[in-house]
């Protein structure tokens, strides 16, 4: 078994070495993207509220939530970074806040809108970074049950994946993570049968978990399976 994972694993180069940031010039470009952010959402705001139910409201609507939804991404960083300071959390927490309150707001005036998806997908997001789990596991499903060709479907998958397993919900994420259909030659494919076999192996399936871990072996592209170190 070990050795089974241990040739995934060199085939996907999951030993690769790559060269770290600096975390100052990192930082230093996340403030000034968070400061444009900031003022794109101040110019957006007003012009959305004065679109109360006039035409141009909803996509202006899903581009204050998109704005706001980028600047948590942001912010996110700058909040978990080593000199993070108080204000940097707080201002996270704030456009969190903001970014599920538009978000559901899109949903509930624009039910049947061409961004409803993106919306629900964007709310489920923010309700993961500011801990509602359970909120943000019930948008994701919602969002792959009813939207199972949008585009943020694979990102939705994974997430939901993450989220199951910290509960230790292995047999809905196993569910979830099949309803993706990754085929072999799709980039995450390795990834997902990974997962899928970790589920397994948390619930004590063993059988499974090899089988997939086996049949991954097959998909290995020829040119990675001849690049594959020694494994001692």
Request: charge should be neutral; glycine fraction near 4%.
């Given at each position: 078994?070990?050795?089974?994972?241990?040739?995934?694993?060199?085939?996907?180069?999951?030993?690769?070495?790559?060269?770290?940031?600096?975390?100052?010039?990192?930082?230093?470009?996340?403030?000034?993207?968070?400061?444009?952010?900031?003022?794109?959402?101040?110019?957006?705001?007003?012009?959305?509220?004065g679109?109360?139910?006039?035409?141009?409201?909803?996509?202006?609507?899903?581009?204050?939530?998109?704005?706001y939804?980028?600047?948590?991404?942001?912010?996110?960083?700058?909040?978990?970074?080593?000199?993070?300071?108080g204000?940097?959390?707080?201002?996270?927490?704030?456009?969190?806040?903001?970014?599920?309150?538009w978000?559901?707001?899109?949903?509930?005036?624009?039910?049947?809108?061409?961004?409803?998806?993106?919306?629900?997908?964007?709310?489920?997001?923010?309700?993961?970074?500011?801990?509602s789990?359970?909120?943000?596991?019930?948008?994701?499903?919602?969002?792959?049950?009813?939207y199972?060709?949008?585009?943020?479907?694979?990102?939705?998958?994974?997430?939901?994946?993450?989220?199951?397993?910290?509960?230790?919900d292995?047999?809905?994420?196993?569910?979830?993570?099949?309803?993706?259909?990754?085929?072999?030659?799709?980039?995450?494919?390795?990834?997902?049968?990974?997962?899928?076999?970790?589920?397994?192996?948390?619930?004590?399936?063993?059988?499974?978990?090899?089988?997939?871990?086996?049949?991954?072996l097959t998909?290995?592209?020829?040119?990675?399976?001849?690049?594959?170190?020694?494994?001692?």
């Amino acid at each position: 078994m070990k050795l089974v994972l241990l040739i995934t694993l060199a085939a996907h180069g999951s030993w690769a070495q790559t060269p770290a940031p600096d975390p100052a010039q990192v930082e230093k470009e996340d403030r000034v993207a968070a400061q444009s952010f900031e003022v794109a959402i101040s110019k957006l705001d007003p012009l959305v509220r004065g679109k109360n139910g006039k035409l141009g409201e909803e996509a202006l609507t899903l581009r204050l939530l998109e704005t706001y939804a980028k600047l948590a991404a942001v912010q996110f960083r700058l909040a978990h970074s080593p000199r993070a300071s108080g204000k940097d959390k707080e201002a996270f927490t704030r456009s969190l806040g903001a970014a599920q309150r538009w978000a559901s707001q899109y949903v509930t005036k624009f039910p049947r809108g061409e961004g409803v998806a993106r919306a629900i997908y964007l709310r489920a997001k923010a309700r993961s970074d500011a801990a509602s789990d359970v909120a943000s596991i019930a948008d994701y499903r919602y969002l792959i049950d009813q939207y199972p060709t949008s585009q943020d479907r694979v990102s939705a998958h994974f997430a939901l994946y993450d989220l199951l397993v910290k509960k230790q919900d292995f047999r809905t994420a196993i569910t979830y993570h099949r309803k993706l259909g990754a085929k072999p030659e799709e980039p995450y494919f390795s990834l997902v049968v990974d997962q899928l076999a970790f589920a397994h192996f948390s619930l004590n399936e063993i059988p499974q978990a090899l089988k997939l871990l086996e049949s991954e072996l097959t998909h290995i592209p020829e040119t990675e399976a001849m690049s594959t170190p020694e494994v001692m």
